[in-house]
């Protein structure tokens, strides 16, 4: 059974604090990794992607990647009001295009 | 902006009816889509993956008669719940990626909230 785990939160963090989400898979053969934000009601919104080990940034979010750990987490910096959702973490092996979704992390940002 | 159309975005009707759920890749071609159903609380289920001009690929526990995809063209997928009962009640929600390959991000449509009577 591959899967993808992830703290279901919630997690609460201050405005302008780093939230940091976490995520662990089961298949080694994971070689895509995505971060999704999920609005309540919504549907998923790419957030970013990551391929290779070590960290990837985009504006406010920071991906890390390490492989030998079988772990992916999203940073987020300077948390706003706005940033509060679900985060899916969602992977893919090399040879399928399926996703395998985590179940989601809360995060709430107080103002 | 949008790159994948869902429609409609709520339907309700009632039980014994048939729905249709479209999906559309805007100005890009989509050998493949997906297709998911989500439960309140819950995370996304892939249900099956629709391939342009063959059969679609069902996941296991899912019914192919109960879920009837057609994929026609490469910018349209369609999702049809036969026959809808409560318990179909749910969050349906097709992507697609731009290009090809397992790296590629997939996108998703705005979702189709289905509630049978």
């Known amino acids: 059974q591959k899967e993808v785990e992830q703290n279901s939160g919630p997690l609460s963090v201050p405005e302008g604090a780093i939230a940091s989400l976490n995520c662990t898979y089961s298949?080694?053969?994971?070689?895509?990794f995505f971060w999704y934000r999920q609005y309540s009601g919504k549907s998923p919104e790419l957030i970013m992607f990551?391929?290779?080990?070590g960290d990837k940034e985009d504006g406010r979010f920071t991906a890390q990647l390490n492989k030998a750990s079988q772990y992916v987490s999203l940073l987020i910096r300077d948390s706003q009001p706005s940033d509060s959702a679900t985060y899916l973490c969602a992977v893919t092996p090399l040879t399928s295009f399926k996703l395998t979704f985590g179940k989601g992390t809360l995060l709430t940002v107080n103002p | 902006g949008a790159v994948v159309s869902q429609h409609p975005s709520r339907v309700i009707c009632k039980s014994g009816t048939s729905v249709k759920i479209e999906c559309r890749s805007l100005?890009?071609?989509?050998?493949?889509m997906f297709w998911y159903r989500q439960f309140p609380k819950q995370s996304l289920m892939l249900m099956a993956t629709s391939n342009e001009g063959s059969k679609a690929t069902y996941e296991q526990g899912v019914e192919k008669d109960k879920f009837l995809i057609n994929h026609a063209s490469l910018t349209l997928s369609t999702l049809t719940v036969t026959s809808a009962h409560p318990e179909d009640s749910s969050f349906y929600i097709c992507s697609a990626s731009i290009g090809t390959g397992s790296n590629q991000p997939q996108h998703f449509g705005d979702g189709t909230r289905l509630s049978i009577l």
């Open positions: 100005d890009f071609q989509a050998t493949t």
């Open positions: 298949d080694r053969g994971s070689q895509s």
């Open positions: 990551i391929y290779s080990n």
